[in-house]
């Protein structure tokens, strides 16, 4: 029976976390949106209102002075308000009250400009200050200024950020779980017709090994007794193919259910010699040339089946495309801690547009193409996932017409 939660952790937990993470993201926008708006909305109102205050009571602090002759700064000053008074004889009144009651740089702007407001002060002690002309620049009578603190208000913004920090922080962490949720539960109807493809492919691929050896012996007998019949050769021939793609379908399946093999180590040089030796046959058959270079030595811990299916897909895939006459070398060497093994082809190439899809299962960059070659676009996934298994990678470069070259680097036995 095949593993639903191996299935669900390889294949569905990717896509339920970036549900949730995009669900999660587009979320913390908005509330980021609306929380910045409401903070500045607030603090803008409330600074405004202390502006509008000390304004209000300078103005009638003007009003006093131009009406009486003078100002009453100790029935100005009430509650939050400092109100500093300086003629132009020289006289100062001063409220005696508040923490600043005297800014000389505001008074000397509101004397050049006739007006002045400002904040002065440092954090915990922020004061508004507004500074007003009375009379003209060339005949003043005087400087009247009034100052508020602004640590109330400054307070209250500082209560109101963290409350938006602590009540958003908690709506994603809320949210997250339920798009969690909501993401699995989308997902089952995927996960469980997946279970049930997966469980096909697995079993039919088990059962068609056997009539196809059948056929294939049958086959054999007949080209036997008929050696130049062309259709008993087709037979052979259409029925290796189709027994690759059994062979493919199953290790597949078998990679889906996620096994793994025991690890021992491994000689990289002796899997390079194999490989290539049991691709000289075919290779001389298209024509082409396939060289290697090893050291003596080159050891991985890894299953060594495995990483000679890896070398054979590679193989097979460059003597599927590569022109008679060309060139295949095949080159395995140490780069410090890693074993770096490479395939090179002179073959046709990978358009650029379809270089990162050929690990992708049952990708063809050419469907006519692939359909000739008996590809099913499963080789180069299942390659993949070897050398992953390995804690290893795999990379290609190539260009269309001029050839391509498979890189694997997999960790190096210590």
Do not use: C
């Not at 994603?172 to 997946?194: E, N, T, Y």
């Not at 990162?356 to 960059?365: A, K, L, N, P």
């Amino acid at each position: 029976m095949h593993s639903a939660a191996a299935i669900e952790d390889r294949l569905f937990t990717p896509a339920r976390v970036r549900l949730t993470a995009w669900y999660v993201s587009v979320l913390a926008a908005v509330l980021i949106v609306l929380g910045s708006a409401l903070y500045l909305t607030v603090r803008s109102e409330l600074l405004n209102g202390v502006d509008n205050g000390i304004r209000l009571v300078a103005n009638r602090a003007v009003e006093q002075y131009i009406h009486a002759g003078g100002v009453d700064v100790q029935a100005l000053s009430t509650g939050p308000y400092t109100v500093n008074v300086q003629t132009a004889t020289g006289s100062f009144q001063a409220s005696g009250t508040g923490h600043i009651h005297y800014d000389e740089t505001s008074m000397r702007a509101a004397y050049v400009h006739g007006t002045d407001l400002r904040t002065v002060g440092q954090n915990g002690d922020r004061q508004r200050v507004y500074s007003v002309r009375v009379g003209s620049r060339s005949n003043p009578i005087a400087l009247i200024q009034v100052a508020r603190s602004t640590e109330p208000e400054h307070e209250a913004l500082d209560k109101l950020l963290i409350g938006l920090l602590v009540g958003g922080a908690a709506g994603l962490v809320l949210a997250a779980a339920g798009g969690w949720w909501l993401a699995g539960k989308s997902l089952r109807p995927v996960r469980v017709a997946f279970e049930r493809q997966h469980a096909f492919v697995s079993d039919a691929s088990h059962e068609l090994r056997t009539p196809l050896a059948v056929i294939r012996a049958n086959a054999e007998y007949l080209q036997g007794e008929q050696p130049e019949n062309l259709e008993v050769r087709d037979i052979v021939g259409e029925t290796d193919r189709l027994s690759m793609l059994v062979d493919t379908l199953l290790a597949v399946a078998r990679d889906d259910e996620g096994a793994r093999a025991s690890y021992t180590p491994v000689d990289m040089t002796e899997v390079v010699e194999t490989a290539v030796a049991s691709f000289q046959t075919m290779a001389g058959e298209h024509g082409l040339e396939l060289t290697y270079a090893t050291p003596d030595q080159l050891m991985v811990t890894g299953d060594r089946d495995q990483l000679r299916q890896v070398l054979v897909i590679l193989l097979d895939n460059a003597v599927r495309y590569t022109p008679k006459g060309g060139r295949i070398h095949v080159q395995a060497r140490p780069d410090g801690k890693d074993a770096v093994l490479t395939v090179h082809d002179t073959g046709i190439g990978i358009p650029e547009q379809a270089l990162e899809h050929v690990f992708e299962r049952f990708y063809r960059g050419d469907e006519a193409r692939n359909r000739q070659s008996g590809g099913a676009g499963l080789g180069l996934s299942i390659a993949r996932d070897l050398v992953t298994r390995h804690s290893g990678r795999i990379s290609v470069t190539s260009t269309e017409g001029a050839g391509s070259t498979f890189t694997i680097q997999i960790p190096r036995d210590a």
